[in-house]
């Protein structure tokens, strides 16, 4: 298997731009998730699913993000209009509990957005 | 939710063990222990997971006293590749917090 793939794996854009991460988790798993990364706040859980249907995100902060997951083996996540603020590593990780050990994740590469 | 407290950095010197002792006080009766590993421009990955006593398998060992509110990851004879952010998380929600950055030198 490929792992969890993120594209793309960098991202420069400018204030205001819209800017879309996408992920394509493992095959067969029915759990993903978009985490934030940077130095000031470590790592944050975004948003995570479960059989394509959103369970919490209580982590995504503010309307300017959202996360969709139209099929299996599909994710994206949104930032409208994106700001400096937003400079960070994301990353998408899987899962099967069923499969593999409790709480175990498959993370991605992550993407490197700029916001310049 | 289980909050957990760990070291924030850690030194350490090729060929030596390294041990990361977390705090999780209020630990629920069904939370898992389970610790990941981050490089440096990568994604976290699993280490070991366990719920009580001592787990080991060939990266680490996992040691979990009777009462479950705390753990230590140890790490057997560490190399320079083993440098890398280390982080204890509980529970069924995956907070990673800031973790433990060790750093192996030679």
């Known amino acids: 298997d490929a792992g969890v793939i993120q594209s793309p794996r960098h ?8 800017v879309t991460l996408r992920c394509k988790p493992i095959s067969g798993h029915n759990s993903l998730f ?37 099929n299996a083996s599909f994710s994206t ?13 994301y990353f998408c990780a899987s899962t099967d509990p069923g499969q593999s050990s409790y709480n175990e994740q498959f993370f991605g590469p992550g993407t490197r957005l700029t916001v310049l | 939710l289980a909050k957990t407290t760990q070291p924030i950095s850690m030194d350490s010197y090729e060929g030596q063990e390294v041990n990361i002792t977390c705090s999780h006080n209020n630990i ?15 994604g976290p990955r699993f280490i070991i997971q366990g719920y009580k006593t001592k ?32 982080y204890c998380l509980v529970g069924n929600k995956l907070s990673f917090g800031a973790g433990t950055t060790v750093t192996v030198r030679a």
């Open chain 2, 28 to 42: 629920a009766t069904n939370d898992y222990i389970t610790w990941y590993q981050q490089f440096p421009s990568q």
């Open chain 2, 55 to 86: 787990v080991t398998n060939e990266v680490a060992s996992l040691f979990i006293p009777a009462d479950r509110k705390s753990s230590t990851l140890s790490l057997p004879r560490v190399s320079l590749s083993d440098t890398a952010v280390y």
């Open chain 1, 34 to 70: 978009w985490y934030r990364q940077t130095m000031m706040r470590g790592l944050e859980l975004l948003i995570y699913f479960n059989n394509n249907v959103p369970i919490d995100d209580s982590g995504m902060p503010e309307d300017r993000f959202s996360a969709k997951m139209p």
């Open chain 1, 77 to 89: 996540l949104k930032i409208q209009p994106s700001e400096p603020r937003d400079s960070a590593v």
């Open chain 1, 11 to 18: 991202e420069v854009t400018e204030m205001g731009q819209e």
